[in-house]
């Protein structure tokens, strides 16, 4: 079992940043492939980012390219997002998720576990 702790979230202006932080449990993190996803009002989930349990594959959403860097740290078993240049579009409650089987996926229902989410607002 492992469990996942979202914090950094806030409010922003447009074209600020703000770094999320995912604080997992358990001493197998550095073996999950780790995700990052959002939900915001009245749209469905989305998928933001991977990275895969070495940092050695990463994959965005074109949506949050070039603006949002994910990493990770296995030592301390966590992992982070970086949102730069963010916009009124990203605002969302983010979570974060890990996947236990070693799969790269963007597919939310792949992921094995998942954080109770943290609140992103960007003010235009």
């Known amino acids: 079992q492992v469990q996942l702790v979202e914090s950094g979230g806030g409010l922003v202006q447009a074209g600020g940043s703000l770094r999320l932080s995912c604080a997992a449990s358990g001493r197998t993190f550095s073996r999950y492939v780790m995700g990052w996803f959002r939900r915001a009002p009245g749209k469905e989930r989305e998928f933001v980012a991977y990275?895969?349990?070495?940092?050695?594959?990463?994959y965005y959403a074109d949506s949050v390219k070039g603006r949002f860097t994910i990493s990770r740290d296995n030592a301390n078993n966590t992992m982070y997002l970086q949102m730069n240049s963010l916009k009124p579009e990203d605002t969302a409650v983010y979570y974060c998720a890990a996947e236990r089987r070693g799969w790269t996926t963007s597919r939310a229902t792949a992921y094995d576990y998942w954080g109770q989410g943290t609140q992103v607002t960007v003010s235009s």
């Open positions: 990275i895969s349990w070495s940092s050695g594959n990463t």
